[in-house]
């Protein structure tokens, strides 16, 4: 039996991910150097960036380069150690190789606290990546505050879930947009929203015209294209558009034309002020925000709904879920077993 699993970036997908995008192969297990920890995987964060990784456009990051493995927001066990900050039996989360075993020098990692009453899986789900984004999106960039309306696109996915969430423990009324009956009956049931609209088989600006006749306070974008489109057609004037994310449009390469916004003239009748995110540039106060998000957690006033793909072989399949919405809930790759006790 091979010693370790990795899967390599291959070829440039075109649009979506390709069969021969990724491989996955075998390979030897590394052995920790001086300042190095040995790592293995448990869970693996799918992320909607990650398409972004293997394609052509300019990014906020080094994209990845055929030939090198692909990687992802991993939390993993240090099973051996020459760094004192990360001994054997830590658990440590960061940027790692899509890897059953994988070596870190601890630059860009941290050590997982243990939180009593939290999941592992839960605790990495919100706390890692998705809590922190929608708590900066909305309060941060936002700027979001009691008695505003606000209106979230893939309201039903890992981001989206919290930023309903942490709208209503503010005082806001929430307006979550998804696609499909299902998700959008865990928005009012599960998540706390107001409102929830099928995109799919409704039309969102005239529900949102019903929902919203003062109109809309704070837009909380993950999708781009006709939806954030809607959002720009019934903004307040000098609202606030969040721009998280634009999902819709991360299967293209560098040169092709997306099209839209088309309201974008709304910008100057109603007044608006937009702006983009990456959550990276807010790490140092990830504390600060695990914290509080950890609080409502165990309080009970922020839920996380996960889906765990089991084994290092459904990673490619599972990370081509996040662009069709078959993933329903913050989507990771279990890669290895939890370690016992946790
Ligand atoms: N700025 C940052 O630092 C930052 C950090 C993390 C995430 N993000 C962004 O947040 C967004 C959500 O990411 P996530 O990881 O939480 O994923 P997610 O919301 O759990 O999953 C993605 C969801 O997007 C929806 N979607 C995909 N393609 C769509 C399309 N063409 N039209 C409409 N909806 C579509 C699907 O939901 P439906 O079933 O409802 O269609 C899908 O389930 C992404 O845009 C991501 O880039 C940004």
């Not at 972004?52 to 993993?76: A, N, R």
């Not at 790490?283 to 793909?309: C, F, I, S, T």
């Not at 990673?315 to 913050?330: E, F, I, P």
Request: glycine share 12%.
């Amino acid at each position: 039996m091979a010693q370790n699993r990795q899967w390599l970036f291959n070829k440039r997908p075109k649009k979506d991910i390709e069969a021969d995008t990724l491989i996955l192969q075998d390979t030897n297990l590394p052995e920790p150097g001086d300042g190095e920890f040995l790592l293995r995987s448990i869970y693996v964060s799918m992320d909607a960036t990650n398409r972004l990784w293997l394609g052509d456009w300019d990014l906020y990051m080094e994209p990845i380069t055929p030939g090198q493995p692909m990687k992802g927001f991993t939390l993993g066990e240090v099973v051996k150690s020459r760094n004192p900050a990360f001994p054997v039996g830590a658990l440590a989360a960061g940027l790692a190789p899509w890897a059953e075993y994988s070596v870190h020098d601890g630059i860009g990692f941290s050590v997982m606290p243990n939180i009593p009453g939290l999941k592992l899986a839960e605790a990495f789900g919100v706390l890692a990546i998705a809590g922190p984004t929608a708590l900066v999106g909305l309060m941060e960039v936002g700027r979001a505050k009691k008695g505003d309306t606000v209106v979230v696109t893939a309201a039903a996915g890992a981001v989206g879930m919290l930023v309903g969430q942490i709208a209503k423990i503010h005082g806001c009324k929430a307006i979550g947009i998804a696609g499909g009956a299902e998700k959008c009956r865990w928005l009012t049931e599960e998540f706390g929203y107001d409102h929830a609209i099928d995109y799919k088989r409704e039309d969102v600006v005239q529900r949102l015209r019903g929902l919203a006749p003062e109109g809309v306070d704070v837009h909380y974008e993950n999708v781009g294209g006709e939806l954030l489109d809607a959002g720009l057609s019934v903004m307040k004037n000098f609202g606030s558009v969040v721009i998280c994310g634009l999902i819709s449009t991360y299967n293209s390469a560098a040169g092709d034309r997306i099209p839209g916004p088309y309201m974008f003239r709304n910008l100057i009748m109603r007044r608006l002020r937009v702006e983009g995110f990456v959550i990276l540039d807010y790490v140092d106060k990830y504390p600060q925000y695990q914290q509080q998000l950890a609080g409502w957690m165990l309080e009970g006033r922020l839920k996380g709904r996960m889906h765990v793909e089991p084994g290092i072989e459904r990673a490619v399949d599972a990370l081509k879920m996040l662009y069709t919405g078959a993933n329903t809930g913050k989507l990771m790759v279990q890669f290895g077993r939890e370690p016992q006790g946790s």
